[in-house]
């Protein structure tokens, strides 16, 4: 009976070769989905963080727009200036360049002109703020004490953090 042996000097090990490269292939993929799923959650988070701080803003824009009703209902309309006393803006206010001023954080900060949102927010960083400003009243003005006005709301807020911010505006007309 005649056996025949391999030789081992014969393998090469092309198998191993092999499965080494197929290895470090599934490495850097298993590395890169890693790293995709990681940013995924931060725009995750930051679109929630800009999610909730637009919806900050438009609640302190709802709550200013009751709080003129309330206030012209009552016949106790606030004095508007120039110097924005308390958060009420003349339809020419000292800062010619209002328009840009609301949009540096130095404005919107506490002790300022702004009025701050009274109502409570789950998850936001600082409560909201807000400024209203008299447009005057509508055209033709035959009485402007009694005529109707138009009101430029402007409302600041942040979310989560303080890096997220929205401010929206809205004219209102009472």
């Not at 042996?5 to 490269?21: C, E, K, T």
């Not at 990681?38 to 609640?59: P, T, Y």
């Not at 209902?73 to 010619?96: C, I, Q």
Request: proline share 4%.
């Amino acid at each position: 009976m005649c056996t025949r042996s391999h030789p081992i000097n014969r393998q090469s090990g092309a198998v191993l070769v092999i499965s080494l490269i197929m290895l470090l292939l599934l490495t850097m993929i298993g590395v890169s989905s890693s790293q995709n799923s990681g940013m995924e959650e931060r725009m995750a988070g930051n679109s929630r963080d800009k999610n909730l701080a637009f919806q900050a803003a438009e609640s302190a824009l709802l709550a200013a727009e009751q709080s003129l009703v309330t206030l012209h209902t009552a016949g106790t309309m606030p004095t508007f200036d120039a110097g924005g006393t308390a958060g009420y803006f003349s339809e020419t206010p000292t800062n010619t360049d209002l328009g840009s001023a609301i949009l540096s954080d130095s404005f919107w900060g506490e002790g300022t002109t702004s009025i701050a949102y009274s109502g409570s927010l789950d998850g936001v960083n600082n409560a909201p703020r807000y400024i209203i400003q008299d447009l005057g009243c509508m055209l033709p003005c035959a009485t402007p004490v009694t005529d109707p006005h138009n009101y430029r709301i402007t409302a600041y807020a942040t979310g989560g953090t303080t890096t997220a911010v929205a401010i929206v505006q809205s004219i209102f007309r009472i």
